[in-house]
Structure formats: structure tokens, C-alpha cells
């Protein structure tokens, strides 16, 4: 039972470093794992733009200049009020992506229907034109 677990456990372990290298994050983190329990200290002092932990917060900032984007007319950006809406979303600064906070974490080896989609585990979801609204992706991904 306990090298099924410390499997799982590594498994994780290594499901989280490909989902952190595959959004181009590249953490300092010194990682320890024992029985069924991970610990991980960042050896880094600057703050991270994007959760590097399962048992962290989704990084929801609020004090940054969101590039607007643009979309015929009409240039679009990210709207931090979108995290009082939706409390699973989580930003990207450097990619100007908004991400899955949960679906990064724990459904990354989903099957079928569970299986979320790379939008918002990978590479992030930019489309601000269609984020809201009853159609909207945000809304839509609830």
C-alpha cells in the first residue's frame, strides 16, 4: 500500500514539473516527499506570476496594466474583476493568459469528458472578446 502511494505521489510530483514547463514556467523549488506527503520550498526571492503548487491560491493579480489587445475597432484586455466571478481563474502575467486554476492541478490526467481543455491548463486563454457573457468561455467553463 505505501509504494502504491509513493507512487502516486511521485507521479504528481512529476505531472506538476511538465504542467509548470509546458507554461514556461521555470521554478526554483526544492521538492521532498515521505510516505504520502510532498513539501516544496522556492528557492527563489521574487514573486511568482503563476501558482507553482497545488496547495497554493491561484494567482489573482490586481495592481498590473493589462495589455489591451485588439480586436477590429476595439482593443480588449483582461478584467481582474473577472476573479470575483469566477474564483478558479488565475493569471498569467507574462503570457497575458488566463488559466484554470483547478484544471491545472487536478485534472490534468482527466479521461474523456473530464479531461480539461489545453486553453486553460497549456496555453492559456486570451480570447478577452469572447470570455463573458451567457455564450462567453469563462461562463461556458464554469
Known sequence: MDIVIDQQVQQ???????????????????STCSSSICSSTS?????????????????????????????????????????????WLEYFVKRDAAFCFPCRWFGASGIGRSRPEKTFTITGFRDWKHATGNKGVLFLSQ
Not at 509548470?20 to 526544492?30: D, F, G, L, R, T
Request: charged share 15%; no cysteine.
Open 43 to 87: 528557492t527563489s526571492t521574487a514573486l511568482d506570476d503563476i501558482s507553482l503548487t497545488p496547495h497554493s491560491a491561484p494567482i489573482q493579480p490586481t495592481n498590473v496594466t493589462f495589455p489591451k489587445r485588439s480586436y477590429t475597432d476595439r482593443g480588449r484586455s483582461f478584467n481582474p474583476s473577472w476573479f470575483s466571478q469566477y474564483n
Open 12 to 30: 504528481q510530483s512529476t505531472d506538476i514539473v511538465e504542467m509548470n514547463a509546458a507554461v514556461n514556467v521555470e521554478p526554483e523549488i526544492a
